[in-house]
């Protein structure tokens, strides 16, 4: 069991040791042999409850409008506010956690997750619901940007890829659980359970963390973090993914797309400029080009965008035919079924020879495959399970075998902002892979609309496909 053995800090008093002290794990629990098995179940909590908040709070939007008396673009900002929160802190706090200690933020990020998901639901109004789902992104960003990285430092390095797929499994089980458990909150209880069901979930996983989670702080002094860095990439993320909003039907004028998108190019110009000159960069840029890093980052974007984008074509596919809503559930949960699958087989059923990158490459052309059939056959509820059912399994293969290869081609000590990286490629992925799927729909009518969605979902599977080539092969590309 690899738990880093921190030199004993000076003493500080009483409050500030125990707000800034990762404690270690109980001896007869850190010498257990299932010790690692325990820390990564640990994290598949808030990787699971990560995943069931981003699919759930979709099924709260017509009970807000109702209760607030708002429009769809106003209650969209309960999901966008999160999102845009989210990315812009993923990378700074992994860089503050590799200095103050993964295993501290990790259980940091429980506590405010769970105590914002508390007043998400008592909020009395959208601004404050809103402002509450800000807080609850700072706690989802602190657990996030650990996860991968406490995964990674938990596991002996012969198991780390099982349980990277242990953790995506986690994920999925709260994504297929999400549309289910959202609907049946909302028709028994009200929308307000559906933020108030992370409370106990998150109070568990916290007294979990505390005895079970190794404590991972390397002791090294990277000086301040890079706060002029961390304004710009939240000033273009955040633009970036405004004006996809915008251009799907956010309800803003359309010039400010143009706007917007230069914003988001000149503020990420000036991120880049910031890190290649500043003395202690908030992102090594070398990073990126070490290895198969950056391709690798690349790749993890466009499978999670593959991942979610379904999630917004299926359900206005189906529903443009009459289709039940509890047929559209059942027929979505195909897709995170057959990623847990492969996510938590994959590791056993193929070849142990076989390389990262070899994973890989198959994942992502299964996912080619998967969405050429998405394109093809009819989008009815009696052929979607089917290709979705194989797409799940492509990326079951595809994103566990990818987050391997990038965070073991990332030094141990910048692992909690290699996490962050892979995990700031994840809600880009994410929330490009809605938006791109919506701005589709938008600006083609019917079943025209749907085919271009499908399309667009099959371009950047092929993309991911490009990044996985020998890399004698793909550096003119990338």
């Given at each position: 069991?690899?738990e ?6 000076p003493?500080?008093p ?11 794990r109980?001896?007869?629990?850190r010498r257990?042999p299932?010790?690692w098995?325990?820390a ?10 990560g ?8 099924l ?10 708002s ?13 845009l ?14 200095v103050h ?6 259980l940091y ?19 404050a619901?809103?402002?509450f789902?800000?807080?609850q ?18 596991a002996?390095?012969?198991?780390m890829?099982?349980?990277?797929g ?6 999925a089980l ?12 909302v028709d028994?209880?009200?929308?307000r359970?559906?933020?108030l ?12 963390g505390h005895y079970?989670?190794?404590r991972t ?5 990277h000086?301040r973090i ?6 710009l990439?939240?000033?273009?993320s955040?633009?970036?993914l ?11 004028p ?7 998108v230069l ?7 000036a991120?880049v400029?910031?890190?290649r ?5 908030l ?5 990126l080009r ?20 379904p999630?917004?074509?299926v359900?206005v ?6 289709t039940?809503?509890?047929?559209t ?14 996510a938590?087989?994959a590791e ?5 020879g ?5 994973r ?16 093809v056959?009819?989008l009815?509820a009696g052929?979607?399970p089917w ?12 994103i ?15 692992a ?25 729909l ?6 025209g609309g ?14 991911a496909?490009v ?12």
């Open positions: 069991m690899r880093h053995r921190v030199p004993p800090s003493a500080v009483g409050l500030r040791a125990l707000l800034t002290t990762e404690r270690p109980p001896e007869l629990i257990h299932a010790a098995r325990l990564v179940a640990t994290v598949c909590f808030g990787a699971f409850m995943q069931l908040d981003a699919s759930i709070v979709t709260t939007y017509q009970p807000l409008r109702e209760e607030f008396h429009g769809l673009a106003g209650v969209e900002w309960v999901s966008l506010a999160y999102l929160a989210l990315v812009a802190l993923l990378v700074p706090v992994g860089r503050l956690s590799d200690g993964r295993k501290l933020f990790y990020g429980f506590a405010v997750f769970t105590a914002a998901s508390a007043a998400c639901g008592l909020a009395p109004g959208l601004a619901l809103v402002g789902r800000v807080v992104a700072v706690g989802a960003a602190l657990m996030q940007a650990n996860s991968v990285a406490l995964v990674t430092t938990s002996p390095a012969d198991r890829r099982g349980a990277l242990i953790q995506a499994a986690g994920q709260g994504l297929a659980l999400g549309p289910t458990v959202g609907g049946a909150l028994t209880l009200g929308w359970w559906v933020f069901v992370n409370v106990p979930i998150g109070v568990l996983a916290l007294v979990g079970l989670l190794p702080r390397q002791g090294a002094d000086g890079d706060v002029r860095g961390v304004l990439l939240a000033c273009s955040t633009a970036a405004l004006a996809l909003s915008v251009a799907s039907g956010l309800g803003l359309l010039w400010t797309v143009l706007g917007l914003i988001a190019g000149l503020a990420g110009w991120f400029r910031r890190q000159s500043c003395p202690r960069p992102l090594d840029l070398a990073l070490a290895g198969r890093i950056g391709p690798g980052l690349l790749a993890g974007l466009c499978g999670y965008l593959v991942l979610f984008g999630l917004v074509l359900p596919a189906l529903a443009r035919h009459g039940a809503p509890l047929t559930g059942l027929v979505l949960t195909a897709l995170p079924v057959g990623f847990a699958v492969a938590t087989t056993r059923l193929l070849p142990a076989w390389s990262d990158l070899r890989s490459r198959i994942g992502a052309a299964g996912c080619l495959v998967a969405l050429a059939l998405l394109v056959l009819p009815r052929t979607l290709s979705l059912a194989l797409l799940g399994l492509a990326l079951g293969v595809l566990p075998a990818n987050n391997t290869l990038v965070m073991r081609a990332i030094p141990a000590g910048s909690g902002t290699g996490g962050g990286m892979v995990n700031m490629t994840r809600g880009l992925g994410t929330a490009i892979g809605v938006a791109a799927v919506t701005l589709a938008h600006l083609a009518a019917g079943d749907l085919r271009a969605a499908g399309f667009v979902l099959l371009g950047f599977a092929a993309l496909l990044t996985t080539v020998p890399l004698r092969l793909s550096v003119k590309f990338w």
